[in-house]
């Protein structure tokens, strides 16, 4: 599986923007969907945009909906996320992670399968303060 590694977090005001970005580490080409998450203290990790590789169609949780913009980079072999207008519940530990055998609903990358996602990095950590 692919290891995965997401650098481009911290701190910044409210409505303020962020872009996050994720490469793989040991050089395997990005395929399938990559994912987005983010997870705080005490709670479980959730997904937050999803994105299917080559087609390039998305999913983004209602939370982060016309604020957060997933993309990818064929040539770079990056998949980031562009976050504006960020609110104090966005705070949180943001991963991505890749699921090599994902489904699609409609043409979009399901939802339904966070538990298929792999190569986790050590996240990168995004404050908000108001």
């Known amino acids: 599986q692919v290891q995965l590694a997401e650098s481009g977090g911290g701190s910044v005001q409210t409505g303020g923007s962020l872009r996050l970005s994720c490469a793989a580490t040991?050089?395997?080409?990005?395929?399938?969907?990559m994912g987005w998450f983010r997870q705080t203290p005490g709670k479980e990790r959730e997904g937050v945009a999803l994105?299917?590789?080559?087609?390039?169609?998305?999913y983004y949780d209602d939370s982060v909906k016309g604020r957060f913009t997933i993309s990818q980079d064929n040539i770079k072999n990056m998949v980031y996320l562009e976050m504006n207008a960020l609110k104090s519940e966005d705070a949180a530990m943001y991963y991505c992670?890749?699921?090599?055998?994902?489904?699609?609903?409609?043409?979009?990358?399901?939802?339904?399968?966070?538990?298929?996602?792999?190569?986790w990095g050590q996240g990168t950590q995004v404050t908000v303060s108001s």
């Open positions: 040991d050089g395997r080409y990005l395929s399938g969907c």
């Open positions: 994105i299917l590789i080559g087609a390039g169609t998305t």
């Open positions: 992670a890749a699921n090599s055998q994902c489904t699609t609903i409609n043409g979009n990358p399901s939802p339904f399968e966070t538990y298929r996602y792999r190569g």
